[in-house]
């Protein structure tokens, strides 16, 4: 069965870059995308971006548009997001989630990673 | 971009009682070409990560207990919990994934145990 494994908690400054790992234990991600959705503090669910890594072309939502940055490695089964410039209100629970697609349409999201916190403080 | 409005915000229901949670979008998500509605269900338990339950409105994901229900079309879709037990306390949240690649969520509905 395919796990998403996550990296660890993060602390990170103001104005600083965070960059988090998704990796696929048990299984590849060539048939699906990989959306990156947080969460932050007590709230509800944010799609931020996504991959389809054998077409390797990024997807974002507007508001995330030029902060955030999202790649994958085929070769490692890992897919990646870097969000830049953080404030204190990107402190959330990053998750990134397997995606059952149809060609270049992204469906809906099947297997989620466990998460990784962001925390931005001074 | 379509917005998923969910109702009630939350609910409290008694151990082997019914539950149901609304969730409205502002344009169809139904596929007239192939007859699918694009609307999935998820469960998310305290400190957990978000869990499929069902996804084409009414297809329950392999493993999902039968309590779990999905129904509805077009605009108007329904999740509902029968006999619901403690395990089944949980924020739960409806998504489209009509426009691609982003998919918008509900803002969830929590249920407890009255």
């Known amino acids: 069965q395919v796990q998403l494994v996550q990296s660890g908690a993060e602390v990170k400054k103001p104005g600083s870059s965070v960059k988090v790992s998704c990796r696929a234990s048990?299984?590849?991600?060539?048939?699906?995308?990989i959306s990156w959705v947080r969460q932050a503090p007590g709230q509800g669910l944010e799609w931020m971006g996504g991959?389809?890594?054998?077409?390797?072309?990024?997807n974002y939502a507007q508001k995330f548009q030029g902060r955030v940055t999202i790649t994958a490695d085929e070769s490692t089964n890992t897919a990646y997001m870097e969000v830049s410039s953080l404030r204190s209100d990107d402190t959330a629970v990053y998750y990134c989630?397997?995606?059952?697609?149809?060609?270049?349409?992204?469906?809906?999201?099947?297997?989620w990673g466990k998460g990784t916190t962001v925390t931005v403080s001074s | 971009d379509i917005v998923m409005t969910q109702s009630p915000d939350s609910l409290a229901v008694s151990v082997g009682e019914w539950a149901t949670i609304n969730c409205k979008s502002s344009?169809?998500?139904?596929?007239?070409?192939?007859?699918?509605?694009?609307l999935a269900w998820y469960q998310q338990k305290p400190g957990q990560p978000p869990k499929l339950l069902i996804y084409w409105a009414s297809t329950r994901e392999s493993g999902v207990s039968d309590r779990f229900s999905g129904s509805g079309s077009g605009t108007d879709f329904t999740l509902t919990i029968s006999s619901l037990q403690a395990e089944d306390v949980a924020v739960y949240y409806c998504q489209q994934y009509y426009t691609t690649p982003q998919g918008t969520f509900g803002q969830g509905t929590k249920v407890e145990i009255k």
């Open positions: 989630a397997r995606v059952v697609r149809a060609v270049d349409y992204y469906h809906y999201m099947d297997i």
């Open positions: 344009q169809s998500v139904l596929d007239s070409s192939n007859n699918k509605n694009y």
């Open positions: 991959i389809i890594p054998i077409f390797g072309t990024p």
């Open positions: 048990g299984g590849t991600f060539s048939n699906y995308a």
